[in-house]
């Protein structure tokens, strides 16, 4: 039986693990839950996940976990033929935790700073605020990327999934210069051909389709 997979499309943290579960090759049963109808509040769910977020995963056996950055190491370490997602070496993984890290407490936290006054309080534009928090990430990013292929070295980790859904999406809201970032902009490229890409595009899209209206 394939792992369940609770999901909204367009939530860039669901779309790293469906790039992740598509560069290994795995199915899941995906789930939709409407946020904007609360089914992620509902009693059934939240004795599921407490903590009410997307994506979260029932695994063939019952095993329950959320958080996009643990179901993948968790998915990866599991039913991956190699560990090059997630590399057993110490010191290599610990820098690809460190991404993962950095892109909960600061791209992903960074882009919910933003969008989440829009979406559900009404503000219709991104202020100079908004746009110096986002160049402050890219920056970060830009520093990354220096000397490297991808966000923790030369070869792709489930980091960069998380990376590549999170600043695909911020491009919708503050776009992401390729004169002043040039490592960022051909990383995204870059990016675009990987296998798993076509997992990020469907619920890109999606996301776009939210955010662009709600932009002056
Ligand atoms: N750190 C979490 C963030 C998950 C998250 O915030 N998901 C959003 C959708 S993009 C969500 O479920 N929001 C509804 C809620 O938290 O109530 C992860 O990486 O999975």
Redesign the pocket.
């Known amino acids: 039986m394939a792992p369940t997979l609770y999901i909204?499309p367009a939530?860039?943290?669901?779309r790293s693990v469906l790039m992740a579960a598509k560069t290994i090759g795995l199915n899941l049963d995906l789930q939709q839950v409407n946020?904007f109808k609360e089914e992620?509040k509902t009693p059934k769910f939240l004795k599921m996940n407490p903590q009410?977020?997307?994506?979260t995963l029932v695994d063939d056996d019952g095993y329950v976990l959320?958080?996009?950055?643990a179901i993948m190491a968790y998915l990866v370490s599991k039913y991956a033929t190699s560990d090059s997602l997630y590399p057993s070496d110490i010191k290599t993984r610990a820098l690809v935790d460190q991404r993962l890290h950095f892109d909960?407490s600061v791209v992903?936290r960074t882009l919910?700073q933003i969008l989440r006054p829009m979406i559900f309080q009404g503000k219709n534009n991104v202020d100079q605020k908004d746009i110096d928090s986002a160049h402050g990430v890219y920056s970060f990013v830009e520093t990354f990327l220096e000397g490297r292929e991808w966000i923790a070295g030369d070869s792709v980790t489930i980091a960069d999934f998380s990376f590549i859904s999170s600043l695909t999406s911020f491009n919708a809201a503050v776009k992401i210069e390729e004169s002043k970032y040039p490592k960022l902009a051909g990383y995204l490229k870059r990016a675009e051909c990987l296998p798993g890409y076509e997992a990020n595009k469907e619920g890109l899209e999606a996301f776009i389709a939210i955010v662009k209206p709600l932009l002056k």
């Open positions: 909204t939530s860039p943290p669901v946020l992620h009410h977020s997307l994506p959320w958080d996009s950055h909960s992903f919910t």
